[in-house]
């Protein structure tokens, strides 16, 4: 695994890298006995007290040998590629995503490449239950786990959520150090707090700041209200523990906000009240399911509240209701604002879906809706998400290596959203599609003019054809037909 900026300004994952350089902030130099500052009542207008530092260093001391580092090794996929001009390139240098772009590419078969990471990880109970980020772990072959008094133990991935990013990791070892687990809305915006991990490799680093803000939504992350930090988070401190004063666990380290790859100040969090969750599931029944309503939803400004007649733009606005939903069933409307679900306020549209999620399906909710210009309550069934993708353990169907790509059929929400019947989803493509330009996420609807809903119908479909077949590719909301010389 290495770290990767996909564009500029990035929201990207600290993953594991092993690189030259980082720092290492040490603990206060303050020697007070308390753990916490005491809160300080003040009236308007009154100046502020003094207080002395927090005592980070009696909780590093305390809970540090629960936080452990995480190693894993992998193997990738890999296309056959003609040689740069420079010879073999380090996946780091710069020009290597230049040549893997516009090289001309070998007639090979693809092969595999070793692959290295590093992250972080923290303790939750005795017998050995370890909390780290599911990208740190995800497609690893060994995962080893070393702990501060430099003892290392094989680890088996109990399981990954990857619309959490949390996996739980067992080793064979009782007796352990354990770090607890506090509560995430006891926290305050402008509360310390501090992180432990591994940054760049630097084993048990330990750095601090204060809480930026809360519930914040990131790009393609609904189920997560992340804690925003200016804790400095880098690669490798992945899964690591943000700890409050009292030494407990708020959030676990995930991913920072960066042009560079590094740290730059804003840094985010997984509520550890998320990360519990996703937690009691794997570990009970080896899944995790979530609630659906089937709503599509959208903050308020002032402007849309003013035309409800709302006096304050809170609350989550629906704009698309799906036919047959649990929403549809229970009768909510586009245009209806949710204001509270099961009597907790909702302040902006990001505040819904992780609190639906939580709620097991079957089990009934409670609406506050704004409609016409007044509150009502409605009662929902709440429906089970269907996941995204094929489980992760299993191996994506292929097409036998004529066209050169692995494809799954598309779900029914995906062919909903693609406003498409049937159709094969690239997971991967190499070879002749590859060199035609098929990408990953493209939707293979037809060959030669038949449609295929199934792997054995493109298999099928690619053994009648000849040397030349004509694939009907939707990308996006764009349908193309996309010439291929077959291998």
Not at 59 to 74: F, K, M
């Amino acid at each position: 695994m290495t770290f990767q900026a996909l564009k500029f300004p990035v929201i990207a994952a600290a993953i594991a890298a092993t690189l030259w350089g980082g720092y290492d902030i040490g603990r206060s130099v303050d020697q007070s006995p308390a753990a916490t500052t005491p809160t300080v009542v003040r009236k308007a207008g009154q100046p502020y007290a003094a207080a002395s530092l927090p005592d980070f260093g009696s909780i590093v001391e305390s809970y540090g040998p629960a936080v452990v580092n995480i190693s894993v090794e992998g193997t990738v996929k890999t296309a056959a590629r003609g040689r740069t001009p420079l010879g073999q390139l380090d996946p780091d240098d710069p020009f290597s995503e230049f040549f893997r772009r516009f090289a001309p590419r070998g007639q090979g078969k693809p092969g595999e490449q070793i692959t290295h990471g590093q992250g972080s990880g923290f303790i939750v109970s005795t017998d050995g239950i370890v909390l780290t980020n599911a990208h740190v772990v995800a497609n690893a072959d060994n995962v080893t786990v070393k702990l501060t008094d430099k003892r290392e133990f094989t680890a088996k991935v109990i399981g990954i959520d990857k619309p959490t990013d949390i996996a739980v990791l067992r080793i064979d070892a009782q007796d352990l150090p354990t770090v607890p687990l506090g509560d995430p809305g006891d926290i305050r915006v402008g509360d310390w707090v501090l992180a432990i991990g591994s940054p760049f490799g630097f084993e048990n680093s330990v750095t601090a700041g204060i809480v930026s803000a809360k519930s914040r939504s990131l790009p393609d992350e609904g189920y997560v209200p992340f804690i925003q930090t200016d804790v400095a988070i880098n690669p490798g401190n992945s899964g690591g523990p943000l700890l409050n004063l009292k030494g407990e666990v708020v959030g676990i380290n995930s991913q920072i906000y960066s042009q560079s790859g590094g740290y730059q100040g804003l840094s985010f969090a997984i509520p550890i009240s998320v990360a519990a969750h996703v937690k009691e599931q794997l570990l009970a029944q080896g899944k995790v399911t979530r609630g659906r309503l089937g709503i599509a939803i959208q903050d308020l400004n002032q402007g849309l509240a003013d035309s409800f007649g709302l006096t304050v733009a809170r609350g989550a606005l629906v704009s698309h209701v799906e036919p047959g939903s649990p929403a549809a069933t229970a009768g909510i409307e586009p245009g209806d604002v949710v204001l509270k679900f099961n009597g907790e306020a909702i302040a902006s549209s990001a505040e819904l879906p992780p609190r639906v999620a939580v709620i097991p399906p079957g089990k009934p909710a409670k609406l506050e809706i704004w409609r016409k210009r007044k509150a009502q309550e409605i009662t929902v069934t709440v429906g089970e998400q269907q996941p995204e993708k094929v489980a992760a353990a299993e191996t994506p169907p292929d097409d036998g290596g004529r066209l050169g790509v692995s494809v799954r059929p598309l779900t029914a929400d995906e062919q909903k959203e693609a406003e498409t019947r049937g159709g094969l989803l690239v997971l991967d493509s190499y070879g002749p599609a590859a060199r035609a330009g098929i990408e990953e996420g493209d939707v293979i609807l037809a060959v030669n003019g038949k449609h295929v809903n199934r792997v054995d119908e493109l298999r099928k479909q690619l053994t009648d054809a000849g040397k030349h077949v004509a694939l009907l590719i939707q990308r996006g909301d764009a349908r193309i037909f996309v010439p291929i010389e077959l291998g």
